[in-house]
């Protein structure tokens, strides 16, 4: 009795630390093949079910929304400032972590011996694939450095298996031409796309399409499939509120396996990979806190007022948070976020079921931060000094493959991939983050979740002023 008047946000922190606990507590005696086989499967067992109900879910709930607006200009009006304020978010969360990552400087921690070596490799690497050097300089040039340069070509090696594959999807973005964003937009089989994750923007606009026919049809004709809709997205609803009844236990197996395969039998090597990573980690990580702490609430009280209460914010939204934090991925929180926008922050329905699912697949906040800190960090620990110019491509880059990303784990690597490659970086060094990409991943999908919920309540605050 008494655990049932208990928060849930409360018994998922639990979960969560629990879980952290337990990793460390395997890692020291042992234990990481028992996590994985007994413990991890029910982790990645919930992660299934919230991206089974995810993906049904944004479509009943966005045609459902839609087929509940008697005018369709009242779309376009809320189409209009929900993506305008997830493009200057982005493009604020960007500018932001390219000032801190040129306040740190993370990259320069490294000793000068360690740079030289890598400013050399780029150099070599440019060589070899036509690049022009960034700045200018030549270090392999100078007679001083000819011992090193002949012993760094005859260690280069072929990219990592895992990186090519993430560099051959950047490389699938780039070719498509200009307009194959927009091409992309369009599904060609529904069914298809409900079935992979990573096209989620194709059934958000088949469900934008459909409900617009809706409305277009007599209401007599349309209430049989509006009624089938709603019906439907209540049911998903009940059955995330059925999952969510476990979400601490399945929070504390998930937590237990992400952190124990990180550390496996050896916590002393994975606290040293941090400590070797560390100035660039917590610089994300200050960068993440600044949107989410400073940067929303702001926006919020400006767009709110006095109405806006940061702790009670804060609170409403805890369990999107900290399900976003165990699983890195926007997408397998937006059950849990729809819930706590309309049941905690009592967004209206029809606000929450349009702005969420679009805010899960484009609104990316946290992974445009981390991609321009990442993309300065890999310059300096190369000894590559970055123009004005380059940060501005960096920011439109960055804020342009936000769009249409997966809302999967890991797949703000591949976008960082586009904007290394745009300003003439090599693509492979994203091997260097790949070992802490996973703890940075949970802290970025937090920030991009948040930055939904925000959207949300400020499009649901004018609408309710242009409907009064």
Request: net charge negative; aromatic share 8%.
């Amino acid at each position: 009795m008494v655990l049932s008047r208990i928060p849930l946000h409360w018994k998922i922190i639990a979960g969560l630390v629990l879980g952290v606990v337990w990793s460390m507590f395997s890692a020291s005696y042992g234990l990481a093949e028992f996590t994985a086989n007994w413990i991890n499967p029910f982790g990645v067992i919930f992660i299934r079910l919230l991206k089974l109900i995810a993906i049904p879910l944004v479509l009943f709930s966005i045609v459902t929304g839609v087929a509940s607006l008697s005018d369709a200009r009242k779309l376009g009006r809320m189409g209009g400032r929900t993506i305008g304020m997830y493009l200057l978010t982005t493009a604020v969360a960007v500018s932001i972590g390219l000032l801190l990552a040129n306040l740190f400087k993370p990259g320069e921690r490294l000793p000068d011996s360690e740079r030289l070596k890598n400013r050399i490799q780029y150099e070599l690497w440019a060589q070899n694939t036509g690049v022009n050097i960034q700045d200018g300089e030549c270090l392999s040039c100078a007679p001083e450095n000819a011992a090193l340069v002949q012993a760094l070509q005859a260690e280069q090696t072929e990219t990592d298996a895992a990186v090519s594959a993430k560099i051959e999807a950047a490389q699938k973005l780039k070719e498509g031409g200009p307009l194959q964003m927009l091409v992309d937009f369009v599904p060609e089989n529904i069914i298809g796309a409900m079935g992979n994750m990573s096209q989620m923007l194709q059934v958000i606009v088949f469900a934008l399409l459909f409900g617009l026919a809706l409305i277009s049809i007599p209401p007599a004709t349309a209430k049989p499939a509006i009624d089938f809709f709603a019906s439907a997205n209540e049911a998903f609803l009940k059955l995330v509120e059925m999952v969510m009844r476990r979400a601490p236990l399945f929070i504390f197996a998930l937590t237990a396996g992400v952190f124990s395969q990180m550390a496996g039998d050896d916590l002393g090597a994975l606290l040293e990979l941090f400590m070797g990573l560390g100035v660039y980690m917590s610089t994300v990580v200050v960068g993440l806190i600044v949107v989410l702490a400073g940067i929303y609430p702001l926006i919020l009280r400006g767009v709110l007022g006095r109405s806006f209460s940061y702790k009670k914010f804060f609170a409403d939204l805890a369990p999107a948070q900290f399900l976003a934090f165990s699983s890195s991925s926007s997408a397998a929180t937006l059950p849990v976020t729809l819930e706590c926008v309309t049941d905690n922050m009592k967004v209206s329905r029809s606000v929450a079921d349009f702005v969420l699912p679009i805010g899960a697949t484009m609104n990316m906040n946290g992974t445009s931060l981390y991609q321009a800190v990442a993309t300065v960090f890999l310059a300096q620990m190369h000894g590559i000094d970055l123009n004005a110019g380059q940060y501005a491509l960096i920011t439109v880059t960055a804020t342009l493959a936000s769009v249409g990303s997966a809302a999967i784990p890991s797949a703000g690597l591949v976008m960082l991939v586009m904007v290394l490659s745009s300003i003439g970086l090599n693509p492979a060094w994203i091997a260097i983050l790949f070992p802490v990409d996973r703890i940075l991943d949970m802290s970025r999908t937090v920030v991009n979740v948040t930055g939904d919920a925000a959207v949300a309540q400020m499009v649901d605050h004018w609408e309710k002023e242009a409907e009064s």
